[in-house]
């Protein structure tokens, strides 16, 4: 069963957050259930490929919840379609924040979960919220690293700095201007696809295969600024001690990000999990790729969210 709710994001009381809440089947609203707060890929909404994880993990016993980051879909605040990484990541904490209002919520059994950008994000969220209790990614991006350092991390740090330059412009330009600058967050045509792999982003995001009205597939300019200089990964190796599940694709451009969390991840219980045969974007709605890393989320989240449980009842 899948509702659909609106709160008030706790980090910004001027934005309200839109989310589908997904419940196990036989929910009693007089039980205490783990919980799964999973985060959409940049330029991405609830209703895609974050709603196709939320519904499924919440056959396995849980209760998810997918939301809409804020100023995108249809959650509040301006200007629209914001990417600014430190406001993603709150956002991750706002809607644990809401979760520990349900009564049929387990505090001490919240995890979170996210797909490309949105893993990064959680990454981070988890690293400095530890009511998280264990994080899952699929097909991990930071960022900040793809944006400096490209799809395949072929690129040097500096290399990136136009792109700060780039997103200066757009905040003069915006503040002498109702339009504000954009960018894309996929390749917004098909020629201007690199590859194969980002030609499917531009499929998924502008084609009948997954396109939504509320996901443009761009994102303002200005974001540049703090996207470039932003590290989801930022004091993981002192930090995220929380156990970690990777999920990425054997021939994902992107597989280098997940290789990396996991490599600076202080956590003792961290695994890479690798579904052969896929890209990036086919971990988004590919159904036997997507039915694989469920296959191994679910029964993770479902030990270590269990174990946290039973570590707290054995300290008291």
């Known amino acids: 069963m899948a509702r659909k709710i609106s709160f008030q994001n706790s980090n910004n009381p001027t934005i309200t957050m839109s989310t589908v809440?997904?419940?196990?089947?036989?929910?009693?609203?007089?039980?205490?259930?783990?919980?799964?707060?999973v985060s959409h890929p940049g330029g991405g909404v609830k209703e895609q490929t974050a709603g196709t994880y939320a519904a499924e993990l919440a056959k396995a016993g849980f209760v998810t919840i997918a939301y809409d980051a804020s100023y995108q879909g249809e959650s509040g605040g301006e200007p629209r379609q914001l990417e600014n990484p430190h406001i993603r990541t709150e956002d991750v904490s706002a809607v644990v924040d809401y979760l520990t209002t349900l009564p049929y919520?387990?505090?001490?059994?919240?995890?979170?979960?996210?797909?490309?950008?949105?893993?990064?994000?959680?990454?981070?969220?988890?690293?400095?919220?530890?009511?998280i209790k264990a994080l899952g990614t699929v097909s991990a991006v930071n960022i900040g690293s793809m944006f400096r350092n490209g799809w395949e991390n072929t690129v040097k740090d500096a290399d990136?700095?136009?792109?700060?330059?780039?997103?200066?412009?757009?905040?003069?330009?915006?503040?002498?201007?109702?339009?504000?600058a954009r960018m894309p967050l996929a390749p917004e045509k098909e020629s201007d696809a690199p590859n194969e792999e980002l030609r499917q982003a531009w499929e998924y995001y502008h084609t009948p295969r997954a396109e939504c009205p509320?996901?443009?597939?761009?994102?303002?300019?200005?974001?540049?600024?703090?996207?470039?200089?932003?590290?989801?990964?930022?004091?993981?190796?002192?930090?995220?001690?929380?156990?970690?599940?990777?999920?990425?694709?054997?021939?994902?451009?992107s597989k280098w990000m997940s290789d990396d969390l996991l490599a600076r991840a202080a956590s003792t219980d961290k695994a890479l999990h690798v579904v052969e045969g896929a890209n990036h974007m086919d971990l988004y709605d590919g159904k036997p790729y997507v039915a694989e890393a469920v296959s191994v989320l679910a029964p993770f989240f479902q030990s270590r969210l269990?174990?946290?449980?039973?570590?707290k009842q054995a300290a008291e």
Not at 111 to 131: E, T, V, W
């Open 21 to 37: 809440i997904n419940v196990p089947e036989g929910f009693d609203e007089n039980g205490s259930y783990p919980a799964i707060v």
């Open 105 to 131: 919520v387990d505090n001490d059994r919240i995890g979170a979960m996210g797909i490309c950008a949105g893993a990064g994000y959680s990454a981070n969220a988890a690293l400095q919220d530890h009511r």
């Open 160 to 180: 990136a700095l136009p792109y700060i330059e780039a997103g200066s412009a757009a905040r003069t330009a915006d503040a002498t201007s109702a339009a504000k």
């Open 214 to 253: 509320t996901a443009p597939g761009f994102a303002t300019a200005r974001s540049l600024n703090q996207i470039i200089t932003y590290d989801a990964y930022h004091k993981a190796e002192a930090f995220l001690t929380q156990p970690v599940l990777a999920v990425a694709g054997s021939v994902a451009g």
């Open 306 to 311: 269990n174990a946290s449980t039973a570590a």
